[in-house]
């Protein structure tokens, strides 16, 4: 049954990346609805060890998909709002893995000021473009993205293992593909023009970040 779930997964996601190639709206919305929720499907059938954090991480992902179809400020709000539930659930998922005794503490300060300098290069970039009221959510939203991905590679450096890399990598991918939402939402002369690297960098970054879990 896993594997069946895994299958609507590649094959959602095919249709879904080629929609967004060929700016078929109509598809893309179609086809957004299974990715994450076969996904979670996916995970509770294939895991040995569910982690009711990981479920609630995927399934509020999933909501924050629905709500990002519909155009509008208030619902990119709203998704961002969900979205921002779903990388607390992954932080939660993350720390209970982690042992911080193993953790030096520079490597932390590291991350801190690699990701925090990132968000800020990142909306400087974007001050310009976005609504007023929206900007500083943003900004901490992608903060969020980023103390999400802290954890995942604090994760990794205390398990050590190549699944652990997998799923910071996933992660990291999610924080770039964050980053490519808000350019193509709203910077107009940003070279991304289309969806198809926003679903790309998110629907391989939730699978590797799953596949690690497992």
């Given amino acids: 049954m896993k594997y069946i779930f895994l299958t609507v997964f590649l094959i959602s996601t095919a249709i879904h990346l080629y929609a967004s190639k060929k700016e078929d709206t109509g598809l893309r919305n179609k086809s957004k609805p299974f990715i994450l929720l076969s996904l979670l499907a996916f995970y509770v059938m294939a895991t040995e060890d569910m982690s009711v954090l990981i479920v609630?991480?995927?399934f509020f992902s999933w909501i924050g998909d629905l709500l990002l179809?519909?155009?509008g400020i208030k619902w990119f709000a709203s998704g961002g709002t969900v979205f921002a539930i779903s990388h607390m659930f992954?932080?939660?998922?993350?720390?209970r893995d982690i042992s911080f005794k193993k953790i030096p503490v520079i490597l932390i300060i590291l991350l801190f000021?690699?990701?925090t300098g990132t968000v800020v290069y990142i909306f400087s970039k974007l001050k310009s473009h976005l609504p007023k009221p929206l900007f500083y959510p943003a900004f901490f939203y992608l903060l969020l993205n980023g103390a999400m991905n802290c954890f995942a590679i604090l994760r990794f450096a205390s398990m050590s293992t190549v699944a652990a890399v997998i799923t910071a990598l996933g992660a990291i991918l999610f924080f770039v593909s964050d980053t490519f939402q808000f350019f193509v939402r709203f910077r107009r002369n940003s070279?991304?023009?289309t969806h198809f690297p926003i679903m790309l960098t998110y629907s391989v970054g939730e699978l590797l970040i799953v596949l690690g879990l497992l």
């Fill in 56 to 58: 609630f991480a995927l």
């Fill in 69 to 71: 179809i519909h155009k």
């Fill in 90 to 95: 992954f932080i939660a998922g993350y720390t």
């Fill in 113 to 115: 000021l690699i990701f």
């Fill in 191 to 193: 070279k991304l023009k």
